[in-house]
């Protein structure tokens, strides 16, 4: 069964470093997604990516963030400085074209700032 | 984005099965039905989806009211792996995925 692969799984980085969260979505699939949750809370919507650009964001994804499709096989979440409250896993997602498509989603990244 | 409701919370016994209800009275007719489930300490896994008729899959049933304002998705028989928060969300084209709060599914052995 295809899957989306997310490294690293677990990163802890000091409060104003810059970090990379990096996926390696399906193939052949169209739409990228990353999302967040904060422990205990639901999972939040950042930013979606179509044909190389930024379809559309969330009010979470400030400038501090930001995503690039470098090689058409990796996406990736850049967090230019972190904050404490960044602190969360972040889920890298992609899906085919339609809504008859179904999602799938990387097993995460742990992202701890102190 | 379509609204829905879901209950908080639900609990049942292993090996029997699970109805999970939800209202998506808003949904546009070109929405489709998802549902998504997160295991514990896991990314959101992909269980099910439907427009119109009903659906039956590995994993599930799903449900769907005749006008479309509400879905079920059905574990005929629920296992304690089955322990999970479940997500019903509509979803169009190439719109993003929204996750609401979902219903806490426990599963007693």
């Known amino acids: 069964e295809p899957e989306v692969t997310q490294t690293p799984s677990h990163q802890v980085t000091q409060m104003g470093q810059e970090v990379i969260l990096r996926c390696v979505p399906i193939s052949n699939h169209l739409y990228f997604y990353w999302y967040r949750q904060i422990l205990g809370q639901k999972v939040e919507f950042l930013v979606s990516?179509?044909?190389?650009?930024?379809?559309?964001k969330s009010e979470i994804f400030d400038d501090q963030f930001s995503v690039e499709r470098p090689d058409g096989s990796n996406f990736t979440l850049k967090i230019r400085s972190t904050k404490l409250e960044d602190s969360a896993m972040y889920f890298c997602?992609?899906?085919?074209?339609?809504?008859?498509?179904?999602?799938?989603f990387g097993q995460g990244t742990r992202l701890t700032v102190v | 984005d379509a609204k829905t409701t879901q209950p908080n919370s639900m609990e049942s016994n292993e090996e029997e099965p699970v109805h999970l209800p939800c209202n998506h009275s808003?949904?546009?007719?070109?929405?489709?039905i998802h549902w998504y489930r997160q295991l514990p300490s896991q990314g959101p896994e992909y269980v099910i989806h439907?427009?119109?008729s009903n659906v039956n899959n590995r994993m599930a049933s799903l449900a769907i009211a005749e006008d479309r304002k509400s879905s079920t998705l059905i574990l005929h028989r629920a296992t304690l792996r089955d322990a999970a928060v479940y997500y019903c969300i509509p979803l169009e084209g190439a719109q993003k995925l929204v996750f609401g709060q979902g219903t806490r599914l426990t599963i007693n052995p």
């Open positions: 997602a992609s899906r085919g074209q339609g809504g008859n498509t179904e999602a799938f």
């Open positions: 439907g427009l119109t």
């Open positions: 990516f179509y044909n190389n650009e930024i379809s559309e």
């Open positions: 808003t949904i546009s007719g070109t929405d489709y």
